[in-house]
């Protein structure tokens, strides 16, 4: 419920079976309120459960009943435009994924034949929903191409940093038409910068979704703590990748947490790593046995008590089901961007 708790200006909160509840959610529909969260049902079906915010959000133009395309490349962004598209019951005319973000498009659409990648589809679309990749050009040259050709871009931001130069590209920015987020964090931060782009709020269903697929800790949850690696891309200085740098961090400050004696670390590679990036690291590390993680997130978080990464968005669906989440960022490295109350940042904390 960490989702509830954080939202400001929260007035209405709407509960029990759909069923009973249509008439009131018409109402509040009617009324212009956002639609926030969802739950699920006790089949485990996905059951979007609305509850409004009376935060105002821009009025997207996204033209559903015409068609449009898809282009993703990481995961962040695939993961949540693969969950909107999926709640809003849509499925794009024309997609063209690259990088991590083509097994999970097959995943979630078995069967969907992608398009060519030279772009020459954007002419038959009304619209474009494009990834913020700032680590690939892929999405960035769509978005240059349908500003040519006068199609309505939208640029979906999946994360909390580095939002200005997701859109620039040697030194010429293209902004979208409209940039859809998924959380008041994000919505505030990008009104800040983009003054003159509509920013659209959308339900963060990807993150809803994992997290209700997370069994609840309990007793019987094992004693595992959950490490969530990310590529951080620079070094800080120091000759080393800075995901490397953050896990020896965590590790010289493991013995001063109090975890019980029997803990197992479970290492969870980013869907964007190398396979056998961390092999030789998890051969060398003696003192502390770690083993890598398998499944999908919500496998990973269900079978664990704490959580600790640098500050990938899987912290925070680790906050809304109950974990312990520890930011592992070392002194000498900048702050951690995620501005989500609950995480336990060990640079701040002083062994005991």
Same mark, same amino acid.
């Given at each position: 419920?960490?989702?509830?708790?954080?939202?400001?200006?929260?007035?209405?909160?709407?509960?029990?079976?759909?069923?009973?509840?249509?008439?009131?959610?018409?109402?509040?529909?009617?009324?212009?309120?956002?639609?926030?969260?969802?739950?699920?049902?006790?089949?485990?079906?996905?059951?979007?459960?609305?509850?409004?915010?009376?935060?105002?959000?821009?009025?997207?133009?996204?033209?559903?009943?015409?068609?449009?395309?898809?282009?993703?490349?990481?995961?962040?962004?695939?993961? %949540?435009?693969?969950?909107?598209? %999926?709640?809003?019951? !849509?499925?794009?005319?024309?997609?063209?994924?690259?990088?991590?973000?083509?097994?999970?498009?097959? %995943?979630?659409?078995?069967?969907?034949?992608?398009?060519?990648?030279?772009?020459?589809?954007?002419?038959?679309?009304?619209?474009?929903?494009?990834?913020?990749?700032?680590?690939?050009?892929?999405?960035?040259?769509?978005?240059?191409? @349908? !500003?040519?050709?006068?199609?309505?871009?939208?640029?979906?931001?999946?994360?909390?940093?580095?939002? !200005?130069?997701?859109?620039?590209?040697?030194?010429?920015?293209?902004?979208?038409?409209e940039i859809w987020v998924t959380d008041y964090y994000a919505k505030n931060i990008a009104r800040r910068l983009f003054l003159d782009t509509p920013i659209v709020l959308q339900p963060d269903c990807y993150g809803e979704r994992e997290a209700a697929l997370v069994t609840p800790l309990t007793e019987a949850t094992p004693q595992v703590l959950l490490y969530l690696m990310e590529p951080i891309r620079?070094?800080?200085?120091?000759?080393?990748?800075?995901?490397? !740098? @953050?896990?020896?961090?965590?590790?010289?400050?493991?013995?001063?947490?109090?975890?019980?004696?029997?803990?197992?670390?479970?290492?969870?590679?980013?869907?964007?790593?190398?396979?056998?990036?961390?092999?030789?690291?998890?051969?060398?590390?003696?003192?502390?046995?770690?083993?890598?993680?398998?499944?999908?997130?919500?496998?990973?978080?269900? %079978?664990?008590?704490?959580?600790?990464?640098?500050?990938?968005?899987?912290?925070?669906?680790?906050?809304?089901?109950?974990?312990?989440?520890?930011?592992?960022?070392?002194?000498? @490295?900048?702050?951690?961007?995620?501005?989500?109350?609950?995480?336990?940042?060990?640079?701040?904390?002083?062994?005991?």
């Amino acid at each position: 419920m960490g989702w509830f708790l954080e939202t400001v200006g929260m007035r209405k909160v709407t509960g029990g079976t759909m069923h009973s509840n249509v008439a009131m959610l018409r109402i509040m529909e009617r009324s212009g309120m956002a639609l926030e969260a969802f739950a699920l049902d006790r089949k485990c079906s996905i059951i979007y459960l609305k509850t409004f915010s009376t935060m105002k959000s821009s009025a997207t133009l996204f033209d559903a009943s015409a068609p449009f395309g898809v282009i993703c490349h990481d995961s962040g962004g695939a993961n %949540q435009i693969i969950a909107l598209l %999926q709640y809003m019951d !849509q499925v794009p005319a024309f997609v063209h994924m690259d990088g991590p973000a083509k097994n999970l498009w097959k %995943q979630s659409f078995p069967g969907f034949t992608e398009t060519r990648s030279d772009f020459s589809w954007l002419k038959h679309v009304s619209s474009v929903i494009t990834g913020t990749s700032w680590a690939s050009h892929l999405e960035h040259e769509a978005r240059v191409q @349908a !500003q040519l050709l006068g199609i309505h871009s939208i640029a979906v931001l999946d994360h909390w940093a580095n939002y !200005q130069e997701r859109f620039i590209r040697n030194g010429k920015e293209v902004l979208p038409d409209e940039i859809w987020v998924t959380d008041y964090y994000a919505k505030n931060i990008a009104r800040r910068l983009f003054l003159d782009t509509p920013i659209v709020l959308q339900p963060d269903c990807y993150g809803e979704r994992e997290a209700a697929l997370v069994t609840p800790l309990t007793e019987a949850t094992p004693q595992v703590l959950l490490y969530l690696m990310e590529p951080i891309r620079t070094d800080w200085g120091r000759g080393e990748p800075g995901e490397f !740098q @953050a896990l020896r961090f965590f590790l010289e400050r493991l013995p001063f947490l109090g975890f019980p004696p029997n803990t197992e670390i479970h290492l969870r590679p980013h869907p964007s790593d190398a396979p056998g990036k961390y092999d030789a690291f998890l051969n060398n590390c003696e003192h502390f046995p770690m083993y890598r993680g398998v499944g999908s997130l919500s496998d990973g978080l269900s %079978q664990c008590r704490w959580v600790a990464g640098c500050q990938t968005y899987a912290m925070t669906v680790a906050l809304r089901v109950g974990r312990k989440v520890f930011g592992t960022l070392p002194p000498w @490295a900048p702050s951690c961007v995620l501005p989500h109350k609950g995480i336990i940042h060990l640079r701040e904390t002083t062994p005991a």
